[in-house]
């Protein structure tokens, strides 16, 4: 059952643009690099000139079939490229080459995780390539605008969801979901601050059981957070408007992170308004089923099939498959880390380094699992070692902590360098046991009349003494059995 916001229903439709990362543009032979200088990137093809034709990459296809079987969507054999018209500065021909009907994926669906542990799945009506327009830049230009029609032309995927979200909780989680797949499949960057990757979310409120609400389209969030927080303040605008009496007016709005609201950018277009019509300049698109089944048997293994895979083959919990799978780098470097760590029965140690200290480094470096100092390979050597008890997990924390500094020293050679080899001599850690007890009468006292306290203060008493060396298995057993 939906939760209710003051007793409203919200229900929220979402349109993901992710550009595809090819070399070139969608029509052109044009580069896509981001950051050149404004216009050394516009073609005379992407600013439609006289006498000009588009030519379809084939390789922005692939890619839309691509995307298509991995939520598991229809592929359109037969497609066809409208024209878009609508005015705007920073679109150069005065039309958007785009797909209105036969679009490349048709209708598909992608499972989302919620905090509350539940699934949910959200249908995804299609996704159609198009060109990207212009930029319009103010910041620099005062009292004036400046256009760069670098970005002209480059491909984009548009994802429209079905309005099957009831929360900005399950919002945010779709974009996560479809942010991890299109870099999972290695098809877009996903960059959201270079504005590959940004949405458009259709909010609405309703009484339950009543017709979908007015919508209003929030305009090129390219942050999950600001998603998060548009939608909430959406919601509370639309609530405000309906409970004063007011009526919802169907409109694309911008949201304002800086005062927490959203404005009307213009009254919202509708497919008519656009006066869509087939492009005469170009094919239309046929696809083969044996193009789609080499570009299947080129695609990486799912996330949904790695998650499942990892919990069976590893016997991880559903949660830790989760964090390993959320981008296919980390996947790729866990499971190279259990490889070098001797296989499946280490998995789950492996799993606990990758998550805790090696995740917690990265952050505090604020590097990318690709950037890390230490490599799987090295990580896995490590933790090798804690299993056949060369070093304990207290000392790994150090060799870890050298491996990181190290350049690409192994923990072998590092365990070896700085005597950081765990002491698991039986004889020497009862000599050490013993000098701990008679220094420590009193403790030992308190422990025969049940203060179990003490005990633990006698092992860190032992393992001060060994300088972190002894193996603390052994220590407990012959404490144990020394005060037996």
């Not at 998995?347 to 470096?365: P, T, Y």
């Amino acid at each position: 059952m939906a939760k209710l916001i003051d007793g409203w229903e919200v229900v929220i439709g979402l349109e993901i643009h992710t550009q595809l990362n090819t070399n070139t543009k969608i029509f052109s032979g044009s580069s896509i690099e981001f950051g050149a200088e404004p216009n050394t990137q516009a073609s005379l093809v992407d600013l439609a000139m006289p006498g000009v034709l588009p030519v379809l990459n084939k390789e922005v296809v692939d890619k839309a079939i691509c995307f298509g079987l991995g939520i598991d969507a229809e592929i359109d054999r037969a497609s066809v490229f409208a024209r878009k018209n609508y005015f705007y500065p920073d679109l150069p021909k005065g039309y958007q080459i785009s797909q209105m009907d036969n679009p490349i994926v048709g209708k598909g669906h992608i499972d989302i995780h919620l905090e509350d542990g539940t699934t949910k799945r959200i249908g995804v009506t299609r996704a159609h390539l198009e060109e990207d327009a212009g930029k319009s830049l103010h910041e620099d230009f005062e009292g004036m605008t400046g256009i760069d029609l670098n970005r002209a032309g480059t491909p984009l995927l548009e994802i429209v969801s079905e309005p099957d979200m009831r929360s900005k909780e399950e919002a945010v989680a779709y974009v996560r979901a479809i942010h991890t797949l299109v870099r999972w499949l290695g098809i877009s960057d996903g960059n959201m601050a270079e504005g590959s990757f940004r949405c458009d979310c259709n909010v609405s409120i309703r009484q339950p059981g009543d017709e979908f609400g007015t919508r209003c389209e929030l305009k090129n969030i390219n942050s999950f957070r600001f998603i998060e927080k548009a939608i909430e303040v959406e919601i509370e605008r639309q609530i405000d408007v309906l409970e004063s009496g007011g009526k919802i007016i169907q409109q694309t709005r911008l949201f304002d992170p800086n005062k927490l609201e959203t404005r009307a950018m213009r009254t919202k277009e509708e497919a008519n308004d656009y006066r869509y019509f087939p492009d005469p300049d170009l094919l239309p698109v046929r696809i083969s089923e044996e193009q789609i089944q080499a570009i299947q048997a080129d695609m990486p293994e799912l996330p949904q099939a790695r998650r499942e895979r990892f919990i069976e083959a590893y016997q991880l919990t559903e949660y830790d498959a989760r964090v390993l799978t959320l981008s296919r780098e980390l996947s790729d470097f866990f499971e190279e880390t259990v490889k070098a760590a001797g296989g499946a029965k280490n998995a789950k140690l492996a799993a606990n380094w990758v998550m805790g200290e090696l995740s917690g480094a990265l952050n505090k470096a604020d590097l990318s699992i690709d950037q890390s100092p230490v490599s799987a390979v090295q990580l896995g050597g490590m933790i090798a070692r804690i299993v056949d008890n060369t070093i304990s997990g207290k000392i790994a924390k150090q060799v870890f902590g050298f491996m990181w500094e190290s350049n690409g020293s192994s923990a072998d050679q590092i365990i070896e360098e700085k005597g950081l080899k765990q002491e698991t001599d039986t004889g020497a850690i009862e000599a050490i046991i013993k000098e701990v007890l008679a220094a420590n009468e009193k403790m030992v006292e308190e422990y025969k009349s049940g203060k179990e306290k003490a005990f633990n203060g006698l092992v860190g008493q032992v393992m001060k003494a060994s300088r972190g060396k002894a193996n603390p298995a052994q220590v407990n057993q012959l404490m144990k059995q020394l005060l037996g």
